[in-house]
């Protein structure tokens, strides 16, 4: 059985980078793709990007400019860098396994919170 | 990007009703929709894909439809493990994106 599960830090302050780390057991990230997803306070949710079984990415248009995500095979992680992040990239952050865009593992969620 | 629109926002249903939530897509999607089950505490969990399918273990009184671009999710008969909030999400074009929302309680 496939399992995820985010860390990193819960606090970042504005201007700085926010990095995530997704852990992944009982699967390749050799395999299918790899995403990130974050849910706003207000319930809004975003898909960010993802990071492909040969490491190609896609991402959000609408963080193109700012978002990173790469991997670590003999790790089996993957992660996630948000640059210059303000207040309102505050949000609970998932990993998630993607199947054809469609998210059918997921993690336990990381929240982080912007703030000076 | 393809806007979904999710109603209602808000549902307060009793044991054993059934229960509709809707999307209505700005465009096209074809079968590309999903909706995912959040309890409260709880990361999402895959429900339906192909907007009829059922993912492994959900159970029967769930299903997915379709008329043209707006999509439905019904619970046949409410269970209290039921209560939480319900996105939709379309996969047909890049970004994906997802519903606003609804959050299901109990009367």
């Known amino acids: 059985e496939v399992q995820l599960q985010e860390s990193g830090p819960g606090l970042v302050k504005p201007s700085q980078s926010l990095s995530l780390t997704c852990s992944v057991t009982?699967?390749?990230?050799?395999?299918?793709?790899w995403g990130w997803i974050r849910k706003f306070p207000g319930n809004k949710m975003e898909w960010m990007g993802y990071i492909s079984y040969s490491g190609s990415t896609s991402y959000n248009p609408s963080l193109k400019s700012r978002i990173s995500i790469t991997r670590d095979t003999s790790k089996n992680q993957f992660f996630l860098q948000l640059n210059s992040v303000t207040t309102e990239d505050t949000a609970t952050y998932y990993c998630?396994?993607?199947?054809?865009?469609?998210?059918?593992?997921w993690g336990q969620g990381a929240s982080v919170t912007v703030s000076s | 990007d393809i806007q979904m629109t999710q109603s209602p926002a808000s549902l307060s249903a009793s044991l054993e009703e059934i229960v509709t939530i809707t999307c209505q897509a700005s465009q096209d999607i074809g079968n590309w929709l999903a909706w995912y089950q959040q309890k409260p505490g709880k990361s999402p969990q895959l429900l339906i894909y192909?907007?009829?399918s059922l993912a492994d273990g959900v159970p029967s009184r769930f299903s997915g439809s379709r008329s043209g671009t707006q999509y439905s999710l019904k619970i046949s008969r409410l269970q209290v493990e039921d209560i939480g909030s319900y996105y939709c999400q379309q996969a047909h074009s890049n970004p994906p994106t997802f519903g606003g929302g609804t959050k299901l309680e109990l009367k």
């Open positions: 998630a396994r993607t199947m054809m865009d469609v998210m059918d593992a």
């Open positions: 009982g699967y390749s990230i050799t395999s299918n793709y």
């Open positions: 192909d907007a009829t």
